[in-house]
Structures are given as structure tokens and as C-alpha cells.
């Protein structure tokens, strides 16, 4: 299963981001302008761990918006409008927020008191936001099939997802930061530092789900996401 993840991974992510780099770039600008704007805005929140959680959940926002453009990429015809991928992710925004809610504040909460166990955590619902959008799961389902998923491949997942998650995260935080020394620069070096590692971490997301979906099915079919279920041929 770990081979499952790992095969060519990176080739695939770059190809994506290749193909849509338009429709994965310009959202990622925007989250990182503001994301610096809500790291000036700091001093209103009630703690700077609320920062951090609520970065965490716009994140995760993305990443459920980067599943359906790789559901687009292995369809069939042309890539739909980005508005309209925008309008389609909506109705499951609320189930998101609730269960990005809950994979990021556990974790950290896990990490404050020793780092291992939201490290664990973050790895094992680690594939919740493509499972909500893909599968139109809810909050608890959603969780429980992303440990589902992850049983089997999880120092795979951890080494991919985990760590991309990480660095990204890092890379907004410390670009958010720098932009209340100079607001313009600062907004656009945060939308910058964005635009190069949010795409990939997401999309890394959406592939690493989408591999550990279909080892999960039975051999006797292959389901191609944003295609008809179609029989495997001997």
C-alpha cells in the first residue's frame, strides 16, 4: 500500500498544477493575502493558537476546492469555469468546517502536550477533506474513512501528506508575519510564498486519496474519479 502512495507521485502533482495552474494559483494568492491580513489583525483574536487553527481550516477549505479540480483533470472534456468549481464545492462547506474544525484543533491540542500523538492524529484524518467532497460523506464519517483509508499506508502518508502540510502551514505562517513590517510587500510576498507550496500540498492530498480509494475497491472494478465506474479487462 505504501508503494500505492509513493509511485510517481511527485510527477503526478507537478502535472496537475501544470495543467490548472491558473485555477490552483490565483485561490492560493488570495489565501495568502489574507492570511497576512488576519495575522494583523491578530491582536483581535483570542490567542494566537486561533490564528493558527482558523489558517489550518482555510487550508483545508483549499484542499477540498484542489480535490475537485483533480476530479476535473481525470474527466472527460474540458475543465469547468473556476466560479463554477467554486459553486459546487458550497454545499459541502458546512460538514467541512466542522470536520476541519475538529482534525486541526485535536492535533494541536495533542501536539501541545507531546508532539507524537498530533502527529499521529494529523496523518490519520489527513484524507477527510476530498473524503467529504468526493464521497459526500459527513463530519464523523469522513474521519473515520480517512483512517480507513490511511490503515495500511500511513508512513507513506505521513512522509507525503503529513510533511507537505507541515511545510506549508510554516511557509504561511512565517510569510504572514512578515507583512506587518510592510503591508503591500508583505501581501504579496505571503500571496507568493502561498502560491508555490499551498497547490502542491493540496493536490498531493487529493492524489494520496484518490490512490488509497481505489487500491480499496474491489479488483474486479476500477472507479475513475469524474468518470463512470468502469470494469476492469483481463
Known amino acids: 500500500m505504501n508503494r500505492v502512495v509513493l509511485r510517481a507521485l511527485g510527477g503526478e502533482v507537478a502535472g496537475v498544477l501544470r495543467r490548472h495552474w491558473v485555477a490552483a494559483l490565483v485561490p492560493a494568492a488570495v489565501l495568502g493575502a489574507g492570511a497576512a491580513l488576519i495575522v494583523l489583525a491578530r491582536h483581535h483574536l483570542a490567542a494566537e493558537i486561533a490564528l493558527g487553527l482558523l489558517l489550518a481550516i482555510i487550508f483545508e477549505l483549499y484542499v477540498a476546492y484542489a480535490e475537485l479540480i483533480v476530479a476535473a483533470d481525470r474527466g472527460r472534456g474540458r475543465r469547468p469555469p473556476v466560479l463554477r468549481m467554486l459553486r459546487t464545492a458550497v454545499p459541502s462547506t458546512p460538514a467541512l468546517l466542522v470536520a476541519s474544525f475538529v482534525a486541526v484543533s485535536l492535533p494541536l491540542a495533542a501536539t501541545g502536550l507531546l508532539v507524537l500523538p498530533g502527529l499521529w492524529l494529523m ?64 501581501l504579496a510576498g505571503a500571496a507568493l510564498v502561498t502560491m508555490i507550496v499551498t497547490p502542491p500540498a493540496a493536490f498531493t492530498i487529493s492524489i494520496v486519496y484518490g490512490r488509497l480509494e481505489r487500491a480499496a475497491m474491489p479488483p474486479a472494478t476500477v472507479r475513475h474519479r469524474g468518470t463512470a465506474p468502469v470494469t476492469r479487462v483481463p
Open 123 to 186: 496523518t490519520v484524518w489527513a484524507l477527510f477533506a476530498p473524503a467529504i467532497v468526493h464521497e459526500r460523506l459527513g463530519v464523523r464519517a469522513s474521519l473515520r474513512r480517512s483512517r480507513q483509508l490511511v490503515r495500511g499506508a500511513f508512513w507513506a502518508v505521513a512522509g507525503t501528506v503529513t510533511l507537505s502540510v507541515l511545510i506549508e502551514h510554516a511557509a504561511i505562517h512565517a510569510s504572514a508575519h512578515t507583512a506587518s513590517s510592510d503591508l503591500l510587500l508583505g
